[in-house]
């Protein structure tokens, strides 16, 4: 009988939620609209918090085991203090907790409640009860360091701090550190996100989403005007959440202090007295209410009732999945619209920013951004560079690029490297760069996303959004105290932008929807590539204006760029990066195999494949016909296995593979071929070519951005006749091989020397700089 009326309520609310949704909303909708004919009480002015004493706020139901085996620890570290306070609020607990506080721990206060409020009444009235500034809430399971309340206190450095957090660690310290008191919050899918941070490299005070509610201080008077614990999230879980949001857009801040520490018993007390689906159910009922209580934006509010909708009627038909809401915790939530709405109302009255800002702030990297009085010209840059591939040794012309500039950049700013890594043993071949740079900092990376077909996101981007990654950003930021955020490559543009004080500049290497579309006539899934082109076009013009400045390789790529984005006509940089350091390359002429020609790169990078796919059908036949000794080296990581190669000419090929140092080949083979086909940005195989004096044949296109004159400083051609042609001339004629390479390496030190144009490059990050701070 139980098992049928569990049934029809569930058949019930899958018929009624097309109603009870737009209910919920329009009454929330309703409310807001009352709210702008209601006029607003000024904030009161925030003031800084008496430190010298706490009062120490433990609530209690049937806890007796509990506080015998862990309330010694909170007297010993406040005794000393005959100022300090420890108050046991006893939520009517029948196990006799009141009486055997008051026998075993004379000095404690008991303020014994008739009737359970639970964690968030029981809480508040002890804060109305405690007599000092600052107010400790632990929870009865909570055992803390003999010197965990100073720490706390100090971190009260101003007037805007609500609370500060402690670092928890578990009682079992086999246990996962799945609570640590450095909380993250984020709004993902039309709802909100938590978890807790196990970082330790934060050796200081740090911002955190929320204070928890059983291991923090907080500043009572600020506490008391926030309302306190909202009761409409009774029985538990969530009011510090709630508290911590509404502090931050009442616009005051919450810390994490590291050095104040805690152990937890985990679920001590709730654990042992409500089951599992219990806890669930209270929690799918309050991230509902969080919402409705919190989210003033109706862009987020309406897509998490739609979000909502969807993965109730999916939880109905499918069966539920840990935090994802159904339609009984919707139910739940719906029954408390008017005090909801009563908490809604009171929320928006408190708040001084916006949602947006409130999930912002709390990131380190916008932290120091908004609250940190940051030097308009500091004296030495500090430059966060980010990359999202390994950058030594350098396989592929970005990392040619990238490490470079870094070499170069080490010299004249305070530099710091975040590096991602596809595999573990490739963090020993960068060992050497740590020798270069202030900071380095390694992220392998185990979380590969592959982006659904149907999302909006491009391939590329989905693979590297990395909450990891952004965590690490804004950790960088905040301690290493960054002036400049470098970002290397467009899918991190994602990470670009929000920043007052702060560039974040993003070099596109090449530009990546342009890069699709030229890849289009030879890719054989043109559907996917078309729809992957939409994607990353969409994705550029959305995220680049939101970077102070984009760095592209050459004039055509900004040029380009700006007939898509007008808004960012001067705010593109094409002379400050894609450059190689000259010096690095020797310069020869003489001693060169003849007969030899060389194909140079990447094999993880489509472009090349292509081109060497042409080369070897359309142009290598023709240079045989007229050169039959002739050879071709290929060198380039990953490159393809030898039976895939066509079979005409494989004798004279010769499939090197990945060498350690290209510089080598180049000295040693008679000409340079690049027949790229799709792709953008700058070449760098052309740049050291160049620079080491072996003469280029290349394609329009693989030219791109260098030269578009035919035989300037580097031969051009197309069509697969032509191109043959000009491989068989520099291979025969060797005073015009000569002549082409010496303007072509006069070329590249003039106009492409990484020293050059790293000099240019801190200008621009300076003058950026001092524009966003002075305003």
């Known amino acids: 009988m139980k098992r049928l009326a569990t049934i029809l309520g569930r058949l019930a609310l899958l018929l009624f939620s097309p109603l009870l949704f737009p209910i919920a909303a329009g009454a929330l909708a309703a409310s807001d609209l009352a709210a702008r004919f209601r006029g607003r009480k000024p904030l009161a002015r925030d003031s800084r918090p008496d430190t010298s004493a706490a009062s120490v706020v433990i609530p209690n139901w049937n806890g007796r085991d509990l506080l015998e085996k862990y309330l010694p620890s909170v007297v010993e570290a406040l005794a000393g203090n005959p100022r300090n306070e420890i108050i046991v609020v006893d939520n009517g607990s029948s196990d006799g907790s009141a009486e055997f506080v008051r026998l075993a721990f004379p000095s404690v206060s008991v303020l014994a409640l008739e009737t359970n409020l639970g964690f968030g009444g029981g809480s508040n009235a002890g804060f109305r009860a405690g007599r000092n500034d600052i107010a400790v809430l632990l929870n009865n399971d909570m055992r803390v360091a003999p010197d965990f309340l100073a720490p706390l206190l100090g971190s009260f450095s101003d007037g805007t701090i609500f609370a500060v957090s402690c670092q928890i660690f578990f009682t079992d310290p086999s246990k996962p550190r799945e609570e640590t008191g450095l909380t993250q919050g984020w709004w993902e899918n039309g709802q909100l996100r938590v978890r807790h941070r196990d970082d330790p490299q934060i050796k200081e005070a740090f911002p955190c989403f929320y204070a928890g509610g059983g291991s923090s201080a907080f500043d009572r008077r600020k506490f008391l005007e926030l309302g306190g614990f909202d009761e409409i999230l009774a029985p538990f879980y969530l009011e510090d959440t709630d508290l911590g949001y509404m502090a931050w857009k009442r616009g005051w801040k919450v810390l994490y202090q590291p050095d104040s520490r805690v152990w937890h018993e985990h679920r001590g007390t709730i654990g042992k007295k409500f089951a599992d689906a219990e806890i669930r159910a209270v929690l799918r009922k309050n991230y509902l209410l969080w919402c409705w209580k919190n989210i003033h934006e109706w862009r987020r509010l309406g897509g998490h009732f739609a ?435 010496r303007r072509a390496r006069d070329y590249v030190v003039q106009n492409r020397d990484t020293v050059g144009m790293t000099t240019k490059l801190v200008a621009s990050y300076a003058a950026t700089v001092v524009r966003m701070r002075q305003g």
């Open 307 to 741: 979000a909502t909708f969807s993965a109730g009627i999916f939880s109905a038909v499918f069966g539920d999945a840990p935090l994802r809401p159904n339609l009984a915790g919707f139910w739940s939530a719906f029954r408390q619209i008017p005090a909801v709405i009563r908490s809604r109302r009171r929320a928006q009255a408190l708040a001084a920013i916006s949602d947006s800002e409130a999930f912002l702030r709390p990131m380190g990297g916008y932290f120091r951004d908004r609250f940190a009085n940051l030097p308009a010209r500091p004296a030495k840059l500090k430059v966060l560079f980010v990359s999202p591939y390994p950058i030594y040794p350098p396989v592929h012309g970005g990392g040619v690029f990238m490490y470079q500039t870094v070499v170069e950049l080490a010299k004249v700013v305070d530099l710091h490297l975040i590096v991602m890594l596809d595999w573990p043993h490739e963090l020993e071949p960068h060992q050497p760069i740590r020798n270069e740079v202030s900071t380095v900092e390694f992220l392998v990376r185990t979380d590969y996303r592959i982006a659904r077909r149907a999302s909006i996101q491009p391939y590329a981007v989905t693979a590297f959004r990395n909450a990891d990654l952004e965590w690490l950003i804004h950790r960088q930021i905040l301690t290493k105290g960054i002036d400049v955020l470098q970002l290397e490559y467009t899918p991190l543009a994602q990470y670009a932008g929000g920043f007052r004080h702060v560039p974040s500049i993003v070099f596109e290497h090449d530009i990546y929807f342009q890069s699709i579309a030229r890849g289009l006539p030879y890719s054989g899934a043109k559907i996917k590539a078309s729809f992957e082109y939409l994607r990353a076009l969409r994705f550029e013009a959305l995220r680049l204006p939101r970077a102070d400045r984009v760095q592209v390789c050459s004039r055509e790529n900004r040029e380009y760029l700006e007939s898509f984005l007008p808004q960012l006509r001067g705010r593109i940089d094409d002379d400050v990066r894609a450059g190689i350091d000259t010096s690095h390359y020797e310069f020869r002429l003489n001693g060169r195999e003849p007969g030899t020609m060389l194909f140079l790169g990447s094999f993880r990078h489509v472009p090349n494949r292509e081109a060497l796919d042409w080369f070897l059908r359309l142009v290598l036949p023709r240079v045989l016909a007229r050169l039959p000794e002739s050879r071709l080296k290929i060198v380039g990581s990953e490159p393809p296995a030898d039976h895939s190669l066509p079979a005409h000419g494989r004798t004279n090929l010769d499939l090197a593979g990945f060498v350690e140092d290209v510089r080598g080949p180049l000295a040693r083979y008679s000409v340079f071929v690049c027949p790229i086909l799709s792709g953008s940005g700058v070449r760098v195989k052309l740049l050291e070519a160049f620079a080491a004096g072996i003469p280029v044949v290349s394609t329009r296109l693989g030219a791109e951005g260098l030269t578009d004159q035919d035989g300037e400083i580097c031969e051009l051609a197309d069509d697969p006749a032509e191109f043959a042609g000009k491989v068989v001339k520099l291979l025969t004629n060797r005073e015009r091989a000569e002549e082409l390479a």
